[in-house]
């Protein structure tokens, strides 16, 4: 036997041209394939461009200003333009949908994966995957007739015991339509996603390293503690992100259960908030040519903002799944 | 097999808590309900949300109680944990149950067979819900669906195949572009396609710009779900292909697409549930119409998501049961479809 080092023959080099036939296909196939970066380039393209004249002559004003006015000529006013305040309120719902939703979709995924009986594990699954596919219209729906009565009463009730946190306290005793209720509904409506990316990360936590917990004596909340948390603690925060990216765009079902005020109030309870996508909805009907290209320039806004938390979200569950 | 000379054994599970030990739990949960109906009972403590809010203190307070004398501070923490997660489970569940039942109870007494059949174009908006119907709003949202899958089900299944066939050099970049552009508001879809067909073409209100814009929505759907599957191909059969000295072109046209067909056909169901209930770019794009309209790519047409926040927001109890009405056939469409797409990935998992 000889003593040397085996080496590894030299990697083949393929020398055949493809056919033609592969050569169109793959044509075909990277058209097809490159079509979604295309279309994301010309959302941007087309509402930047629509938007333009509002981004010149409103400036940072834009972000930050709250008053959306259009012109009067007879007055000789020009339109205002601001999104400071929808924008403002788009985050306060967003924080509060996860605030409410992240908890239980990740005791939600924590018991689909360590305590339910098979026999309850499997049609939950499928009632989760339900959830996700109702859509945000019937959400509207719902959220108003059925539980704005029910929230609009714990809203009393937290303003009765906690109303001297600034946060619950009321200039108006006006309950309906507020932040919190469309937080209540916006947490609903991400809980399904949440959860189903949560058990799926929790599903590639390394088997040998539970048993390893247990062995050790540890009651199932330690393993999770030790174990699960750690390992999936990127999926929980990319998962909460990709939540808030939904709750930050979404539209119908907001309009229906949220009053939108051109104010910043850091009062949660109070029946005035916003929303950059409903006042969209909102402003869309009656808009003139100026005030249509500033809900175009507005909505840009909120495709860049959701593209960001996405990106964001998506580059920490990539990075988790492949850790695990 | 042997014919049984051994004597039959029960298969023992050695780890299945014994009566004994489940015992405790058992008078925890026993403590814990006679406690909260007591409480109820004398406290002024009403309604729902004081039977609940008792309910869950009482089995917090039992099982911590229970372990903590019982075994330490750590079985402790261990019982409130898994309370915790029994009552995430059940919040989850909650709305759920209580949206498929309000859709039921509010929406089957409008549910006749003149909804089917009639649409609006003669009754007003006042009418009793016995007068009129939703056939506009169903031909609205069958061809809204059907163009956006036509457009959308090939461009979908190409980025698939460009991800996993082709593994162009763009590969990961489109894969995780398509994963950020399925978190586009569905609004921003609409706006871009009110800028690019009203506005830069000129065009008015049509279902061919809502199918455009619903497009943009159900492609990531579709491609993704189509990597996936793609992916559990086994790559015996691409190779076995090549080996046999096809091109890829017939390898993927002859081998690897039928192998995933019902997986893709699942796909592109999904999308479409995904996209049959959007609304908001709707009300951007298709204007919104009272009487059938049978040509999609000129006038005003409805759809059943569109027709359903109009009579919301129309605001009379009339429209409200039409709403929800509405609410419920969108619902049963949603479902059929759904379990279209559970019946043909089952099918594929059975193979």
Known sequence: MSTAAPTSPPKRVITTKPRFSDKVFRAIVTAGGLSSLVVLALIAFFLVYNGLDVFRSEGLKFLTGFDWIDASPEEGLPAQYGIGAMLYGTLVIGFLAVLFGVPIAVGAALFLSYYAPEWIKKPMVVVVDVMAAIPSVVFGLWGFFILMPHAEYWAKLIHKYLGFIPFFDMPAPAFTRSPFIAGLVLAIMIIPIVTSISREIFAQTPLDRIQAAYALGATKWSMIKAVVFPYGAGGIVGGAMLGLGRALGETVAVYTVLNLVYDIRIEVLLSAGGSVASMIVNKFGEADAPELRALMAAGFVLFLVTLLVNFIANIIINRTARKG | ?????????????????????????????????????????????????????????????????????????????????????????????????????????????????????????????????????LLHAIIGTLYLVAIATIISAPVGLLTALYIVEVKGRAAGLVRF??????????????????????????????????????????????????????????????????????????????????????????????????????????????????????????????????????????????????????????????????????????KRAGR
């Open chain 2, 1 to 133: 097999m042997s014919t049984s000379l051994a004597p039959q054994v029960l298969p023992e599970k050695p780890w299945r808590p014994t009566f004994k030990r489940v015992l405790p739990d058992l008078f925890g949960a026993l403590l814990t309900a006679v406690s909260t109906v007591l409480i109820v009972a004398v406290t002024p403590l009403k309604g729902k949300l004081g039977f609940s809010l008792t309910l869950i203190v009482m089995a917090l307070v039992f099982s911590v109680l229970i372990s903590g004398i019982r075994k330490d501070k750590k079985a402790a923490f261990n019982s409130v944990s898994t309370v915790f997660v029994y009552i995430a489970a059940t919040f989850v569940l909650i709305p759920l149950f209580s949206i498929l039942y309000e859709i039921y109870s509010r929406g089957v007494g409008a549910l006749t067979w003149g909804i089917f059949t009639k649409d609006m174009s003669l009754s007003s908006a006042d009418a009793p819900v016995s007068e009129g119907g």
């Open chain 2, 177 to 346: 572009f398509v994963q950020a552009m399925s978190g586009v508001p569905s609004i921003v879809a609409g706006l871009f396609i009110y800028a690019v067909w009203m506005i830069g073409l000129g065009n008015s209100y049509n279902a061919g710009a809502g199918a455009a814009a619903l497009a943009i929505l159900m492609i990531p759907t579709v491609a993704r779900t189509s990597e996936e599957v793609l992916r559990l191909i086994p790559p015996d059969l691409r190779e076995a292909g090549l080996a046999l000295g096809a091109t890829q072109w017939r390898t993927v046209a002859m081998i690897i697409l039928p192998a995933a067909r019902s997986g893709l056909i699942t796909a592109i169901i999904l999308g479409i549930a995904r996209v049959a209930g959007e609304t908001a770019p709707l009300l951007l794009t298709i204007g919104g119409a009272d009487a059938i309209n049978l040509n999609p790519f000129s006038g005003n047409s409805s759809a059943l998501p569109y027709y359903v926040w109009k009579n919301l927001s129309l605001g009379n109890p009339e429209s409200i049961e039409r709403a929800w009405a509405g609410v419920m056939v969108l619902m049963l469409l949603v479902f059929i479809f759904f379990t279209l797409a559970r019946y043909f990935s089952g």
